[in-house]
C-alpha cells in the first residue's frame, strides 16, 4: 500500500519560503502525488499535483525527483493566511482497478509574523 | 455554482438515534466520497462511489450506510449514532475515481452524539 509520511509541524516566518517534504516508498508507477491545503473548520482545498520532475502554478512548487519516492512542496514567501494543514497523498490501491485518496495528519504549518 | 454542498452543517443526536447527511454537487463528477475528521486527525474515508449506481466501503465504514441517489447525490446514514461517531464529516466529489484528478470538498457537518 502506498502510504505517505509528512513532518507533523513546521514553523515558519512570514516571508520565508516553506519547503514540506513527504515520503511515499511505494508508490505505483502510474500514481501521481497530490497536496491539499485545509484550514480549520474548512474542507481540504487541491493546490497541486505532479508525477515527475517539478510543477508550478499560482499557489505553489511540487518537486519530484527521479525515483518518485519523495515529494516536496515549495511555498514561496508565506504570509500569515498559509497558516494552515498541508496534506500529501497518493492512491491506496484497494484491488480491481479502484483507489482510495487516503488522509494522513498532515503538516500544520504555523506562520508567525 | 455552488459545488459540494452538505447538510446539515450542525447536528446533534441522542445516542441511538438515526440520521442522513445529504451531499450534492453541481458540476457532473461522477465519483463522490465521505470522509470523517476526528478533532487533530486527517480526514479517514467511510465510503465513496466511483461512479453513479455504485458504492464501496472505505477505511471506517462500520455503523455507516450510504446511498447514491443519482449522479449530484449522495447520502450518508447513521442507523443507531454512537458517541464514537461525533466528528466532522465532509462530501466530496470529483470527476473521476479519485487518482491523478482534483477533488472538491463540501463545507462539513459537525455531529456531535451524546
Known amino acids: 500500500l502506498a502510504k505517505t509520511t509528512q513532518p507533523i509541524s513546521m514553523d515558519s516566518y512570514e516571508g520565508q519560503e516553506v519547503n514540506i517534504t513527504c515520503s511515499h516508498n511505494?508508490?505505483?508507477?502510474?500514481?501521481?502525488i497530490t497536496w491539499y491545503q485545509q484550514f480549520p473548520s474548512q474542507g481540504p482545498r487541491f493546490i497541486i499535483q505532479g508525477y515527475k520532475t517539478k510543477v508550478t502554478n499560482e499557489v505553489a512548487s511540487l518537486f519530484i525527483p527521479a525515483d518518485r519516492k519523495s515529494s516536496t512542496l515549495s511555498l514561496p514567501r508565506v504570509s500569515l493566511s498559509d497558516t494552515a494543514v498541508y496534506y500529501c497523498?497518493?492512491?491506496?490501491?484497494?484491488?480491481?482497478?479502484?483507489?482510495?485518496?487516503?488522509f494522513g495528519k498532515g503538516t500544520k504549518l504555523s506562520v508567525i509574523p | 455554482n455552488a459545488g459540494v454542498t452538505q447538510t446539515p452543517k450542525f447536528q446533534v443526536l441522542k445516542t441511538g438515534q438515526s440520521m442522513t447527511l445529504q451531499c450534492a454537487q453541481d458540476m457532473n463528477h461522477n465519483s463522490m466520497y465521505w470522509y470523517r475528521q476526528d478533532p487533530g486527525m486527517g480526514l479517514r474515508l467511510i465510503y465513496y462511489?466511483?461512479?453513479?449506481?455504485?458504492?464501496d466501503k472505505g477505511e471506517v465504514p462500520n455503523g455507516y450506510n450510504v446511498s447514491r441517489l443519482n449522479k449530484r447525490e449522495f447520502s450518508l446514514r447513521l442507523e443507531s449514532a454512537a458517541p464514537s461517531q461525533t466528528s466532522v464529516y465532509f462530501c466530496?466529489?470529483?470527476?473521476?475515481?479519485?487518482?491523478?484528478?482534483?477533488?472538491?470538498f463540501g463545507q462539513g457537518t459537525r455531529l456531535t452524539v451524546v
Open positions: 466530496a466529489s470529483s470527476e473521476k475515481q479519485l487518482m491523478n484528478t482534483e477533488a472538491f
Open positions: 497523498l497518493v492512491p491506496i490501491h484497494s484491488g480491481a482497478g479502484s483507489y482510495q485518496l487516503t
Open positions: 462511489s466511483a461512479s453513479e449506481g455504485t458504492t
Open positions: 511505494n508508490i505505483a508507477t502510474n500514481d501521481y
